[in-house]
């Protein structure tokens, strides 16, 4: 799993202030000639199509087995057509995994290997998984142990074609924790800083409305350059920006932003839109959150992500839903000082693995898994990371696992 895009191991170990180890246009230049391997056959910028300005790109691949259409976003516009294509290629590659599986019951296979704790796993109320249930397993690595550890398969691969595969139905399948990167030490903290991003939500949506509102940003105290930037074109194109600190007791930065339009002629027919972000450095979690919701905002005004149904835009364009996000951004006093959010200054994406880490491991998360996802002809870093005991994607349905169900006293 050392591999990386780039031949220099020392330059791959040691990251920029922004955690890459090569600049966008390098890995843009060095994805462009595989695109009609990945089916890719469009890559369009489509920021002119709002008017805040930060840089959107939309990654066409039709035939894809799960989303046709993959979004990019950054403070340039080749960071954002990096995002956009990196994230439809680790997508791709977990639609054809490759690796060796295992079909058996867990009652069955637990006495002959190392097996992942199932109750540590995410699953919806309807899950029908027990221990003695046939079900597709593929290996990964475990971090703290340096081993391999089996994993069910459906919380690896994103080939959502039916008939899905026998077993399918017991765990959360998403995109929660792929990732891919310019090293693979770059996908795989890519990737568990979303595991801990998703934790952080599903942890703070349960809060009450009041102990939410003490968790607003005031994004006067932010001086970063960048996020200071970005805040003010949201401003210029007349859109209000709301920033919460969710962060858990896992002590990494995780910010939630929400947009609405205030003013202007087309405020009743743009929807709101939320973005999060996590990362050590506050300031790159902060502007993750910026730049993810301008892109989720620009996502429903391109109209053409394959997941999004006619009744999430009449239930978001209505005056009612907008106006109740524009009173909240209105009416909630900011509390909370950016500078007083703890910060990291490792210099290397070892040492940010390390802390990632160590910082799961005070609150009692003992494990990191692995599963390395890259094909040797294509030399891209893909991963699928996997956090027994963080918490799953808040969708409905979505069943409550012990951290959260100590968060509610339960």
Same mark, same amino acid.
């Given at each position: ?281 506050? !300031?790159?979690? +902060? ?9 989720? /905002? $620009?996502?429903?005004? *391109?109209? %053409? #992500? @394959? ?6 835009? !009449?239930?978001? +364009? ?9 009173? /909240? $951004?209105?009416?909630? *006093?900011? %509390? #909370? @000082? ?20 160590? /910082? $799961? ?50």
């Amino acid at each position: 799993m050392e591999q990386a895009l780039v031949g220099d191991l020392d330059r791959a170990l040691t990251s920029t202030a922004w955690r890459r180890i090569v600049p966008a246009e390098q890995t843009v230049a060095r994805l462009k000639p595989l695109l009609p391997v990945f089916g890719i056959t469009r890559l369009a910028n489509v920021t002119g199509l709002d008017t805040i300005g930060i840089p959107v790109v939309m990654c066409n691949r039709p035939n894809s087995r799960a989303l046709a259409v993959s979004q990019g976003k950054g403070v340039t516009l080749a960071a954002a057509k990096a995002s956009a294509l990196m994230e439809s290629v680790e997508s791709w590659h977990a639609e054809r995994v490759t690796l060796p599986l295992k079909f058996g019951a867990f009652e069955d296979l637990c006495y002959s290997h190392h097996m992942v704790d199932p109750d540590k796993l995410p699953r919806y109320v309807d899950s029908n998984w027990t221990p003695y249930a046939q079900t597709l397993w593929v290996e990964g690595r475990s971090l703290a142990h340096q081993r391999g550890i089996w994993v069910p398969f459906e919380m690896v691969h994103t080939n959502y074609t039916v008939p899905l595969p026998t077993g399918h139905g017991g765990f959360q399948a998403s995109s929660n924790g792929l990732a891919s990167g310019n090293h693979v030490l770059e996908a795989v903290i890519h990737g568990l800083s979303e595991v801990i991003e998703r934790d952080a939500l599903t942890l703070w949506h349960l809060k009450s409305d009041e102990e939410q509102e003490q968790t607003r940003l005031d994004l006067e105290t932010v001086a970063d350059p960048i996020c200071r930037d970005l805040i003010a074109r949201f401003h210029r194109a007349g859109v209000e920006v709301g920033v919460w600190d969710i962060t858990s007791n896992i002590g990494v930065p995780v910010f939630l932003c929400r947009i609405v339009q205030a003013n202007g002629d087309h405020a009743a027919t743009i929807r709101p839109a939320i973005g999060c972000g996590a990362s050590l450095v506050r !300031e790159i979690a +902060l502007a993750r959150a910026l730049t993810e919701a301008a892109q989720s /905002r $620009l996502t429903f005004i *391109a109209g %053409t #992500r @394959d997941d999004i149904r006619r009744e999430d835009y !009449e239930r978001f +364009l209505s005056g009612e839903e907008q106006g109740r996000w524009l009173a /909240r $951004l209105r009416d909630e *006093a900011p %509390t #909370r @000082d950016f500078n007083a959010i703890p910060n990291w200054t490792g210099l290397s994406l070892r040492q940010d693995l390390d802390e990632l880490a160590n /910082r $799961l491991a005070r609150v009692g998360i003992d494990d990191v898994i692995v599963v390395d996802l890259s094909r040797p002809e294509f030399n891209i870093p893909v991963v699928r990371v996997i956090v027994p005991g963080l918490e799953g994607v808040d969708h409905p349905g979505y069943a409550l696992g012990r951290r959260a169900r100590a968060a509610k006293g339960i």
